[in-house]
């Protein structure tokens, strides 16, 4: 196997070992939160800085017989990414530290193994390494969308509430030519109007 061909996979490589270095600082030092969110947040910020130092220097180039590509425009798109990567783990650093201390170093691990497999799906040179792309960073965002849904106060769970809120608000259900009618009671649609209000602002 020829190793040279991982030469070019700066941004990647780069990720894989915050990735590591985020694995065993959760292991050993996981039990200060804060201080772990530090050295993470510290290892993103280097990594991003250094991605920079890469963009316009970059010549077109391939590896693994085409199936990986990068050039300047995917290293601006990486780095884009990972702007708004460090923004994310900066405004949810409270979050983590107070309501996620149990699972704060599972969400960084999975938000950055998101972005690996988004890295994958920008310098896909075909479609194989695209779907490993997609599948890597799928998967992991699926994870984080159901992160939070146990809590009392998490988007999911206000969903069911709003849909329950609506079933029992609803007083008839009439089908016609015209099709299916439902008949709401004036004096509920206050509270319901609320609920709703209420759902979309907590989101």
């Known amino acids: 196997m020829d190793y040279s061909n991982f030469l ?3 941004h990647e490589i780069s990720l894989v070992v915050v990735l590591i270095l985020t694995l065993f600082a959760d292991l050993f030092i996981g039990n200060n939160k804060k201080a772990f969110q530090y050295i993470v947040l510290g290892l993103f910020a280097i990594h991003t800085v250094l991605g ?8 077109e ?3 693994f017989g085409g199936m990986y590509i990068t050039s300047n425009i995917h290293c601006f798109v990486k ?19 107070q309501d996620n201390q149990k699972y704060c170093g599972e969400f960084y691990f999975i938000t950055l193994a998101t972005l690996f497999g988004m890295y994958l799906m920008i310098s896909s040179g075909d ?12 998967i992991p965002m699926a994870t984080l969308v159901a992160f939070n849904k146990k809590e009392n106060e998490s988007a999911e769970v206000r ?3 709003l849909k329950s809120t609506v079933v029992t608000q609803r007083q008839s259900i009439k089908i016609s030519k015209n099709g299916i009618q439902v008949e709401i009671p004036e004096n509920s649609m206050p509270a319901l109007l609320k609920e709703v209000i209420s759902t979309l602002a907590s989101l």
């Open 127 to 138: 479609f194989l390494l695209f779907y490993i792309g997609l599948e890597t960073a799928s």
């Open 61 to 63: 180039a391939e590896s």
């Open 52 to 59: 920079f130092t890469q963009w316009g220097s970059l010549d």
């Open 8 to 10: 070019i996979m700066n």
């Open 159 to 161: 969903f069911v509430e």
């Open 79 to 97: 780095n884009f990414l990972n702007i708004g990567t460090l923004l994310v783990f900066l405004f949810g650093f409270e979050w983590n530290k």
